[in-house]
């Protein structure tokens, strides 16, 4: 059963994480990156108390929209029919966290600024020149497995390559919702139950969500673990910076469409410049 969250004021808040048996999180922020007087959500009972039981509850409803992706219904084999597991993977922990949070699970979203969009594209930069580097040197050392999906974008119709763009924006959005989730999971368990500070919680839960990303990425990489974990791992690292800086999941979900988008295109080019 699902409660009803408890709201609670910022008088409230402060009041209830001071007591002996609760977590004190000074606000000592990343100054290198957070925006003045912001903190992240659910993880410290603002806007509501998330209890760990629906915290547990919200990963599995999590867990589950990953796993629509591997359904292997004849259906979502068709054009039409990759599209429902690519929206059932972020729809599924959005509504699951629409169940604990209620109204709140907007928070999630935060309205853009200018500044934002710039960061969106700053960070798609940023991504792309580690991208290139890391995966030569990574190639270099370990060799690398090829990403069948992307790499068969440059044979598709153009219909098809549409099709296969819009699809891959529903998916790229998924794995925010996924990776967000799983941040903020991680900051209240280490925030909590660990009793690490703010700063320590927040590199645990950036590595942790980024070690889980590169994991859910291991069928698309050939199972290659070190592939996954060192170069998708660093990947996730450069992409959830925006979330953390910002707050806003619509950030990093653009400087990762963006990211994506740009690596689908040159692998269409270079394959028409032979």
């Keep these: 059963m699902i409660v009803k969250p408890k709201v609670i004021s910022n008088a409230m808040n402060s009041q209830s994480f001071n007591k002996p048996n609760e977590t004190t999180i000074a606000i000592n922020r990343f100054n290198w990156i957070e925006r003045p007087g912001d903190d992240f959500p659910f993880y410290n009972g603002q806007p509501v108390v998330i209890p760990g039981l629906q915290w547990c509850f919200l990963m599995l409803t999590v867990a589950a929209g990953f796993a629509t992706l591997f359904v292997p219904l004849p259906f979502f084999a068709t054009q039409v029919g990759q599209f429902v597991p690519a929206i059932l993977f972020f729809a599924i922990p959005l509504a699951g966290l629409a169940l604990v949070a209620h109204k709140h699970w907007t928070t999630l979203f935060r309205r853009l600024r200018v500044m ?150 040159m692998t269409i080019l270079g394959a028409q410049a032979g």
Aim: charged fraction near 10%.
């Design 116 to 265: 934002d969009f710039v960061w969106m594209i700053a960070f798609c930069i940023l991504n792309f020149i580690v991208t290139l580097a890391f995966g030569l040197l990574l190639s270099k050392a370990l060799g690398a497995e090829v990403n069948e999906a992307v790499a068969g974008v440059a044979n598709l119709s153009n219909v098809d390559r549409v099709l296969f763009f819009v699809r891959a924006g529903f998916q790229l959005f998924g794995e925010e919702v996924l990776t967000i989730l799983s941040f903020l999971g991680i900051l209240r368990l280490f925030a909590t139950r660990m009793r690490f500070s703010r700063t320590n919680t927040i590199i645990f839960a950036w590595l942790g969500s980024a070690l889980i990303f590169a994991l859910i990425h291991l069928s698309s990489y050939n199972w290659n673990v070190l592939q996954c974990i060192l170069f998708i791992g660093t990947i996730r690292l450069v992409l959830t910076l925006p979330y953390i800086m910002t707050k806003n999941i619509r950030v990093c979900t653009g400087a990762h469409i963006l990211n994506d988008y740009l690596n689908f295109s």
